[in-house]
Protein backbone atom coordinates (compact mmCIF):
# COMPACT_ATOMS: atom_id res chain seq x y z
CA UNK A 1 0.00 0.00 0.00
CA UNK A 2 1.58 3.61 -1.05
CA UNK A 3 1.51 6.53 0.78
CA UNK A 4 -1.85 7.75 -0.65
CA UNK A 5 -3.32 4.92 -0.68
CA UNK A 6 -2.65 4.92 3.73
CA UNK A 7 -3.74 8.24 3.86
CA UNK A 8 -6.84 8.12 2.03
CA UNK A 9 -7.59 4.48 4.22
CA UNK A 10 -6.96 6.66 7.59
CA UNK A 11 -9.14 9.57 6.45
CA UNK A 12 -11.85 7.07 5.75
CA UNK A 13 -11.57 5.65 9.24
CA UNK A 14 -11.61 8.95 10.46
CA UNK A 15 -14.59 10.29 8.70
CA UNK A 16 -16.42 6.80 9.71
CA UNK A 17 -15.77 7.40 13.14
CA UNK A 18 -17.07 11.14 12.69
CA UNK A 19 -20.36 10.51 11.09
CA UNK A 20 -20.71 8.38 14.30
CA UNK A 21 -20.42 10.05 16.63
CA UNK A 22 -22.51 13.08 15.37
CA UNK A 23 -25.41 10.02 14.92
CA UNK A 24 -24.60 9.49 18.69
CA UNK A 25 -25.39 13.08 19.79
CA UNK A 26 -28.48 13.58 17.01
CA UNK A 27 -29.67 10.66 18.69
CA UNK A 28 -30.57 11.98 21.43
CA UNK A 29 -33.31 14.35 20.79
CA UNK A 30 -36.36 12.74 18.46
CA UNK A 31 -35.45 11.06 15.47
CA UNK A 32 -37.91 11.11 12.88
CA UNK A 33 -39.72 7.51 12.13
CA UNK A 34 -39.85 8.11 7.90
CA UNK A 35 -37.83 10.47 5.62
CA UNK A 36 -39.07 10.67 2.10
CA UNK A 37 -36.72 12.26 -0.57
CA UNK A 38 -37.97 13.63 -3.67
CA UNK A 39 -34.70 13.05 -5.20
CA UNK A 40 -34.64 16.81 -7.74
CA UNK A 41 -31.51 17.87 -10.07
CA UNK A 42 -29.95 14.90 -12.04
CA UNK A 43 -30.36 16.37 -15.19
CA UNK A 44 -29.39 19.76 -13.83
CA UNK A 45 -26.49 18.38 -12.92
CA UNK A 46 -25.55 17.13 -16.15
CA UNK A 47 -25.99 20.38 -17.64
CA UNK A 48 -23.82 22.33 -14.79
CA UNK A 49 -21.01 19.95 -15.71
CA UNK A 50 -21.06 19.77 -19.25
CA UNK A 51 -21.60 15.56 -18.68
CA UNK A 52 -23.32 12.82 -20.87
CA UNK A 53 -27.11 12.49 -20.44
CA UNK A 54 -28.17 9.77 -17.85
CA UNK A 55 -24.45 10.24 -15.78
CA UNK A 56 -26.39 12.50 -13.21
CA UNK A 57 -28.89 9.81 -12.73
CA UNK A 58 -25.90 7.15 -11.93
CA UNK A 59 -24.89 9.29 -9.54
CA UNK A 60 -28.15 10.04 -8.09
CA UNK A 61 -28.60 6.08 -7.51
CA UNK A 62 -25.21 6.12 -5.79
CA UNK A 63 -26.15 8.95 -3.63
CA UNK A 64 -30.14 7.52 -2.86
CA UNK A 65 -28.00 4.51 -1.69
CA UNK A 66 -25.76 6.41 0.50
CA UNK A 67 -28.17 8.13 2.58
CA UNK A 68 -30.10 4.79 3.13
CA UNK A 69 -27.29 4.26 4.98
CA UNK A 70 -27.22 7.17 6.61
CA UNK A 71 -30.64 6.88 7.55
CA UNK A 72 -29.90 3.47 8.98
CA UNK A 73 -27.05 4.82 10.99
CA UNK A 74 -28.94 7.39 12.62
CA UNK A 75 -32.06 4.92 13.07
CA UNK A 76 -34.92 6.38 10.71
CA UNK A 77 -36.91 3.41 10.31
CA UNK A 78 -38.77 4.18 7.14
CA UNK A 79 -37.11 5.83 3.31
CA UNK A 80 -39.05 7.04 0.45
CA UNK A 81 -37.90 8.03 -2.59
CA UNK A 82 -40.35 9.47 -5.39
CA UNK A 83 -37.67 7.34 -7.75
CA UNK A 84 -40.10 8.28 -11.15
CA UNK A 85 -43.38 9.59 -11.30
CA UNK A 86 -46.40 8.81 -13.89
CA UNK A 87 -46.03 12.17 -15.56
CA UNK A 88 -41.87 11.42 -16.68
CA UNK A 89 -43.59 8.61 -18.32
CA UNK A 90 -44.08 11.83 -21.32
CA UNK A 91 -40.52 12.88 -21.48
CA UNK A 92 -38.14 11.83 -24.34
CA UNK A 93 -38.50 7.93 -24.87
CA UNK A 94 -34.45 7.49 -24.70
CA UNK A 95 -34.41 9.22 -21.27
CA UNK A 96 -37.14 7.31 -20.12
CA UNK A 97 -35.61 3.68 -21.69
CA UNK A 98 -31.96 4.99 -19.86
CA UNK A 99 -33.65 5.58 -16.37
CA UNK A 100 -35.83 2.17 -17.03
CA UNK A 101 -32.08 0.60 -17.33
CA UNK A 102 -30.87 2.13 -14.30
CA UNK A 103 -33.73 0.97 -11.92
CA UNK A 104 -33.77 -2.44 -13.33
CA UNK A 105 -29.61 -2.73 -12.42
CA UNK A 106 -30.30 -1.08 -9.19
CA UNK A 107 -33.03 -3.45 -8.16
CA UNK A 108 -30.80 -6.51 -9.54
CA UNK A 109 -27.59 -5.00 -7.71
CA UNK A 110 -29.68 -4.90 -4.42
CA UNK A 111 -30.92 -8.53 -5.10
CA UNK A 112 -27.63 -9.95 -4.37
CA UNK A 113 -26.65 -11.76 -1.45
CA UNK A 114 -23.90 -9.40 -0.39
CA UNK A 115 -26.15 -5.82 -1.07
CA UNK A 116 -26.63 -3.23 1.70
CA UNK A 117 -30.53 -4.63 1.48
CA UNK A 118 -28.88 -8.12 3.38
CA UNK A 119 -25.63 -6.21 5.52
CA UNK A 120 -28.27 -3.36 6.31
CA UNK A 121 -31.56 -5.78 6.53
CA UNK A 122 -33.72 -3.16 4.89
CA UNK A 123 -36.74 -4.27 3.62
CA UNK A 124 -37.61 -2.96 -0.02
CA UNK A 125 -40.81 -1.75 -0.99
CA UNK A 126 -42.87 -0.66 -4.27
CA UNK A 127 -45.23 1.69 -4.57
CA UNK A 128 -47.04 3.07 -7.61
CA UNK A 129 -49.21 1.38 -10.96
CA UNK A 130 -46.35 -1.15 -11.90
CA UNK A 131 -48.12 -2.68 -14.52
CA UNK A 132 -47.07 1.05 -16.03
CA UNK A 133 -43.73 -0.78 -16.12
CA UNK A 134 -41.82 -3.11 -18.73
CA UNK A 135 -41.79 -6.81 -17.89
CA UNK A 136 -38.10 -7.02 -17.21
CA UNK A 137 -38.39 -3.96 -14.74
CA UNK A 138 -40.96 -5.71 -13.14
CA UNK A 139 -39.50 -8.42 -12.69
CA UNK A 140 -36.88 -7.15 -11.02
CA UNK A 141 -38.74 -4.60 -9.07
CA UNK A 142 -40.76 -7.82 -7.61
CA UNK A 143 -37.65 -10.10 -7.49
CA UNK A 144 -36.27 -7.98 -4.88
CA UNK A 145 -39.35 -7.28 -2.56
CA UNK A 146 -39.54 -11.41 -2.83
CA UNK A 147 -35.29 -11.02 -1.84
CA UNK A 148 -36.13 -8.65 0.83
CA UNK A 149 -39.11 -9.61 2.57
CA UNK A 150 -37.74 -11.40 5.82
CA UNK A 151 -35.04 -7.59 6.49
CA UNK A 152 -36.20 -6.01 9.52
CA UNK A 153 -34.59 -3.29 10.20
CA UNK A 154 -35.82 -1.06 7.78
CA UNK A 155 -38.04 -0.49 5.14
CA UNK A 156 -37.51 1.42 1.75
CA UNK A 157 -39.68 2.73 -0.21
CA UNK A 158 -39.17 3.32 -4.25
CA UNK A 159 -42.03 5.02 -5.53
CA UNK A 160 -42.14 4.38 -9.28
CA UNK A 161 -44.77 4.97 -11.92
CA UNK A 162 -46.26 6.95 -9.04
CA UNK A 163 -48.37 9.64 -8.50
CA UNK A 164 -50.08 10.59 -5.26
CA UNK A 165 -53.74 11.23 -7.11
CA UNK A 166 -53.37 8.28 -9.05
CA UNK A 167 -52.52 6.73 -5.65
CA UNK A 168 -55.79 8.14 -4.20
CA UNK A 169 -58.16 6.81 -6.94
CA UNK A 170 -56.95 3.50 -6.77
CA UNK A 171 -57.09 3.66 -2.78
CA UNK A 172 -60.99 4.44 -3.28
CA UNK A 173 -61.31 2.24 -5.93
CA UNK A 174 -60.49 -0.63 -4.21
CA UNK A 175 -62.32 0.29 -0.99
CA UNK A 176 -65.47 0.72 -2.49
CA UNK A 177 -64.82 -2.57 -4.53
CA UNK A 178 -64.31 -3.97 -0.93
CA UNK A 179 -67.52 -2.42 0.24
CA UNK A 180 -69.80 -3.67 -2.57
CA UNK A 181 -68.35 -7.26 -2.28
CA UNK A 182 -69.08 -7.34 1.37
CA UNK A 183 -72.55 -6.26 0.61
CA UNK A 184 -73.16 -8.85 -2.53
CA UNK A 185 -72.66 -11.54 0.25
CA UNK A 186 -75.21 -13.47 1.75
CA UNK A 187 -76.47 -11.92 4.87
CA UNK A 188 -76.25 -12.84 8.59
CA UNK A 189 -77.21 -12.09 11.93
CA UNK A 190 -74.77 -9.04 12.84
CA UNK A 191 -71.93 -10.26 10.69
CA UNK A 192 -72.36 -7.78 8.14
CA UNK A 193 -73.69 -4.72 10.17
CA UNK A 194 -72.72 -1.41 9.07
CA UNK A 195 -71.67 -2.26 5.62
CA UNK A 196 -74.42 0.34 4.29
CA UNK A 197 -72.05 3.21 5.83
CA UNK A 198 -70.54 5.15 3.43
CA UNK A 199 -66.47 4.69 3.39
CA UNK A 200 -64.68 6.14 5.60
CA UNK A 201 -60.70 7.71 5.95
CA UNK A 202 -59.67 4.36 7.51
CA UNK A 203 -61.30 2.14 4.69
CA UNK A 204 -58.63 3.86 2.04
CA UNK A 205 -55.71 4.43 3.73
CA UNK A 206 -55.58 0.84 4.16
CA UNK A 207 -55.84 0.61 0.38
CA UNK A 208 -53.21 3.40 -0.61
CA UNK A 209 -49.84 2.24 -1.82
CA UNK A 210 -47.87 3.66 1.37
CA UNK A 211 -49.93 2.12 4.12
CA UNK A 212 -46.57 -0.18 4.46
CA UNK A 213 -45.04 3.08 6.14
CA UNK A 214 -46.57 5.48 8.85
CA UNK A 215 -46.65 9.72 7.30
CA UNK A 216 -43.34 11.22 6.85
CA UNK A 217 -42.14 13.17 9.10
CA UNK A 218 -39.88 15.12 7.23
CA UNK A 219 -39.92 15.67 3.26
CA UNK A 220 -36.49 16.40 1.69
CA UNK A 221 -36.94 17.94 -1.88
CA UNK A 222 -33.39 19.21 -3.10
CA UNK A 223 -32.36 21.65 -5.98
CA UNK A 224 -34.07 24.16 -4.68
CA UNK A 225 -37.57 23.39 -5.08
CA UNK A 226 -40.59 23.89 -2.64
CA UNK A 227 -43.34 21.49 -3.98
CA UNK A 228 -44.38 18.58 -3.04
CA UNK A 229 -45.17 17.49 -7.57
CA UNK A 230 -48.01 15.28 -6.33
CA UNK A 231 -46.02 13.16 -4.07
CA UNK A 232 -47.71 11.60 -0.98
CA UNK A 233 -50.07 14.17 -0.85
CA UNK A 234 -52.45 12.15 1.36
CA UNK A 235 -49.47 11.44 3.57
CA UNK A 236 -48.33 14.98 4.28
CA UNK A 237 -50.66 16.81 6.19
CA UNK A 238 -48.28 17.15 9.04
CA UNK A 239 -44.72 16.38 7.14
CA UNK A 240 -41.95 19.24 7.37
CA UNK A 241 -40.97 20.15 4.66
CA UNK A 242 -36.80 20.55 4.29
CA UNK A 243 -36.05 21.81 0.44
CA UNK A 244 -32.09 22.55 0.18
CA UNK A 245 -30.69 24.56 -3.17
CA UNK A 246 -28.27 21.58 -3.42
CA UNK A 247 -28.85 19.33 -6.35
CA UNK A 248 -29.55 15.65 -5.90
CA UNK A 249 -26.25 14.25 -6.94
CA UNK A 250 -24.30 16.40 -4.41
CA UNK A 251 -26.19 15.46 -1.46
CA UNK A 252 -24.52 14.24 1.42
CA UNK A 253 -24.77 13.15 5.07
CA UNK A 254 -24.82 16.59 6.23
CA UNK A 255 -27.95 17.69 4.46
CA UNK A 256 -29.56 15.17 6.03
CA UNK A 257 -28.07 16.12 9.69
CA UNK A 258 -29.33 19.30 9.06
CA UNK A 259 -32.67 17.93 7.80
CA UNK A 260 -33.17 16.04 10.70
CA UNK A 261 -31.18 19.14 13.40
CA UNK A 262 -34.53 21.35 11.57
CA UNK A 263 -37.13 18.28 12.38
CA UNK A 264 -36.26 18.43 15.97
CA UNK A 265 -36.08 22.05 16.56
CA UNK A 266 -39.73 21.52 15.47
CA UNK A 267 -41.07 18.26 16.90
CA UNK A 268 -43.08 19.89 19.80
CA UNK A 269 -45.07 21.86 17.18
CA UNK A 270 -45.21 19.06 14.59
CA UNK A 271 -46.16 16.13 16.98
CA UNK A 272 -48.95 18.44 18.54
CA UNK A 273 -50.30 19.12 15.34
CA UNK A 274 -50.39 15.39 14.64
CA UNK A 275 -52.16 13.85 17.17
CA UNK A 276 -54.84 17.26 16.20
CA UNK A 277 -55.29 16.00 12.85
CA UNK A 278 -55.41 12.50 14.47
CA UNK A 279 -58.46 13.77 16.59
CA UNK A 280 -60.12 15.21 13.71
CA UNK A 281 -60.26 11.75 11.91
Excluded at 258 to 270: G, K, S
Aim: charged share 20%.
Amino acid sequence: MNNFSKVRSVHQKLSNLFRKGVCKVLQVGPIPTHVAFIMNGNRRYDQKLNLAKGTGHSIGILVMLTMLMHCCDLGIRYVTVYAFSIDNFKRKPEEVERVMDLLKFTFELLSEKNSIANLYSVKFHFAGNLDLLSEPVKNAAKELMANTVNNSKAVFTFCVAYTSTDEMVSAIREACDERRRAMQEPKKTDENYGLTKPVEVVDIEKHMYMAIAPHPDIVVRTAGENRLSNFLLWQTACSQLYSTPTLWPEVNFWHLVLAVLNFQRNHFYLDKQKKLLEMLL
